[in-house]
């Protein structure tokens, strides 16, 4: 039972689209990871922007507050759009991901199922080979041992249990 071109085929096919599926979950994760350090930056200009409000008030400079709040506004703003922005990568980032590992089962059990065929075929090929040494080890026998060969393959095809009910052929 040899294993067809077209498992084999298959497997090849299911390969490529796993590495297709790994390079998009790598893709989503990198985006995901984009946005959040965005998300960072944000908040670190919020706190900047907090930081430049309390300096001018210590200072007096009223540019610098008005800088400061704005910078706090720019920040929060943009932190409120990043956020579903991130909630949306981290569902597709999470999709690619199933899609990955529903690839890789695929894949896996194309794998085993070759591995099975093969392992069968090879167990089939060391029963032909057994029984044409078999046959050649019949084939080859001397007359004067038929009897004594006869009567050992009569008794290795009866059944087993007791053997005190067989019967010597002298």
């Not at 990871?33 to 007096?60: C, D």
Request: aromatic share 2%.
């Amino acid at each position: 039972m040899a294993v067809s071109r077209a498992i084999r085929r298959l497997l090849q096919v299911l390969e490529i689209q796993e590495e297709g599926c790994r390079a998009a979950v790598e893709l989503a994760r990198a985006e995901l990871t984009r946005l959040q350090q965005a998300l960072i930056r944000s908040v670190e200009r919020e706190r900047g922007g907090r930081r430049l409000v309390a300096a001018s008030a210590a200072s007096g400079e009223i540019t610098d507050r008005i800088a400061g709040i704005e910078e706090t506004r720019v920040a929060v703003r943009i932190a409120t759009a990043l956020a579903p922005r991130i909630a949306e990568s981290a569902l597709a980032a999470d999709l690619r991901q199933r899609e990955f590992l529903d690839k890789r089962i695929e894949r896996r059990q194309t794998e085993t199922l070759i591995e099975e065929a093969e392992a069968l075929e090879s167990i089939e090929a060391g029963r032909r080979a057994q029984r044409n040494l078999d046959e050649w080890y019949l084939s080859r026998r001397a007359p004067s041992g038929e009897a004594r060969d006869e009567e050992v393959l009569e008794n290795t095809h009866e059944p087993t249990g007791n053997t005190s009910q067989r019967t010597r052929k002298p």
